[in-house]
């Protein structure tokens, strides 16, 4: 084969795998941890996940982590796992001072600053979904008594499409926070 050939199969593989669909790459969930990782591997990420609460069996179990920071909030993190594989990931934002809440408007503003417009909201935009790619982040003010869920998990449609990747502007819930 000519050498002139041979950078050219070179270059056209290279631009493949650049643009190749994200269903041979791990889909990243929340802050590092990605989907079907093992409870080993989450504790790699996260090593307080060490001394995490675990509930549950190896088909299906949940491990607990308390004192992270998301957002610029204080937050716990619930990694679910199914057949000992990360299926879902749902942060909950904790207010500081006890009695406070934390504002809908400012994490929904920041996860419509990473992800873009909500692909749906429901009562006045206390719940909001989007989709990333194979992922969908849900964000719900109601379920955590003035805190702030956010769940991220592969959508039940999935079909290994190419994901969308995030706007270059993530807000407060970058990658840079511990906890976002």
């Known amino acids: 084969m000519p050498n002139s050939t041979r950078a050219l199969t ?3 593989y290279a631009v493949g795998l650049l643009f190749a669909p994200e269903a041979g ?3 990243i969930l929340w802050n590092g941890a990605s989907f079907g990782m093992t409870p080993a591997e989450v504790t790699t990420v996260f090593p307080q996940a060490g001394q995490g609460e675990r509930e549950g069996t190896d088909e299906r179990m949940s491990l607990r ?3 992270l920071r998301a957002a610029g909030h204080d937050a716990s993190a619930v990694f679910d796992f199914e057949q000992n594989r990360l299926t879902r990931v749902q942060l909950i934002l904790i207010p500081e001072t006890p009695g406070a809440s934390i504002s809908p408007d400012e994490i929904r503003n920041n996860l419509t600053a990473k992800y873009g417009a909500p692909i749906r909201c429901y009562q006045t935009d206390a719940r909001c979904e989007w989709r990333a790619g194979a992922i969908d982040i849900e964000l719900d003010d109601a ?4 805190g702030i869920d956010i769940v991220y998990r592969r ?4 079909s290994g499409a190419p994901a969308r990747a995030p ?12 906890g976002g």
């Open 10 to 12: 070179a270059a056209a």
């Open 25 to 27: 790459r791990a889909q």
């Open 65 to 67: 982590v308390n004192n």
């Open 143 to 146: 379920s955590s008594m003035k």
């Open 155 to 158: 959508p039940p449609d999935w």
């Open 167 to 178: 706007a270059a502007s993530a807000g407060s819930l970058s990658r840079n926070d511990p």
